[in-house]
């Protein structure tokens, strides 16, 4: 399979639960990012990684966990989260090499969270 | 902070119209420019960008112009096609801390294509 890939599509989970969203990307790119998708708000950036280095930290609370084991996979962890975390969260890659500054995002389908 | 400002924020527009989309950008360091589409359910997808040394570019039935000096840029979508209806969001790039860029995302525009 080509792209992004993320599981699952979608996902219900209690306050108390603990959970993992799952990022794969087959595009060679060397950055990953997680992005949270809220109705009728901008897109927002919560964590990247460039080589496997976290590089952002969006003032994200610590209930999101992010890990990146190497270039191709990326995971958040989840834990504790409040019904106000309930979103579409998508994973993203892009190819950025140093000193390149622009690189198209490609984004997975992403997983549709319900937190109850 | 940084931010990007989208309008409108839902367009309906008849087919064979035209449809344009403005957003505006407040860091004058920004220097790309992409615009994503997203259908309902789907994964935003890049459908043209634009850099800062070039004020217009065109693809087919899409074009996105650029104003560095007002900070302003628009997605042009000429002949729309029932297929044209999704959320729109422009972007603005922010470097920070090295080479991978931050993208600032506006609120996205629900273009509607009436047949």
């Known amino acids: 399979e080509t792209g992004v890939t993320q599981t699952p599509r979608h996902l219900v989970m209690g306050m108390t639960n603990k959970k993992s969203l799952k990022c794969e990307q087959h595009?060679?790119?060397?950055?990953m990012y997680w992005y949270k998708q809220s109705a009728k708000k901008p897109l927002e950036l919560m964590f990247v990684?460039?080589?496997?280095?976290?590089?952002e930290n969006n003032s994200v609370p610590s209930r999101f966990s992010p890990e990146c084991p190497n270039s191709s996979h990326l995971f958040l962890h989840l834990h504790t989260l409040q019904p106000e975390d309930s979103a579409l969260y998508l994973c993203?890659?892009?190819?950025?090499?140093?000193?390149?500054?622009?690189?198209?995002?490609?984004f997975g389908n992403g997983t549709r969270l319900t937190v109850t | 902070g940084e931010n990007v400002e989208q309008h409108p924020s839902t367009l309906s527009v008849q087919e064979g119209d035209s449809a344009v989309i403005k957003c505006t950008y407040s860091?004058?360091?920004?220097?790309?420019f992409p615009w994503y589409k997203q259908e309902l359910g789907k994964r935003p997808q890049l459908i043209i960008d634009?850099?800062?040394?070039?004020g217009e570019k065109k693809d087919q039935r899409i074009a996105v112009t650029l104003n560095k000096t007002a900070k302003h840029f628009s997605l042009h979508i000429t002949e729309t096609q029932p297929e044209d209806s999704a959320v729109y969001f422009c972007?603005?790039?922010?470097?920070?801390?090295?080479?991978?860029?931050?993208?600032?995302f506006g609120t996205g525009t629900l273009l509607a294509v009436q047949p």
């Open positions: 634009i850099r800062s040394n070039v």
């Open positions: 990684y460039s080589l496997e280095e976290r590089v």
């Open positions: 972007a603005a790039s922010i470097q920070y801390g090295g080479a991978t860029n931050k993208l600032i």
């Open positions: 595009l060679g790119h060397n950055a």
């Open positions: 993203a890659s892009s190819q950025d090499p140093e000193g390149f500054t622009y690189s198209p995002l490609h």
């Open positions: 860091d004058s360091a920004s220097n790309y």
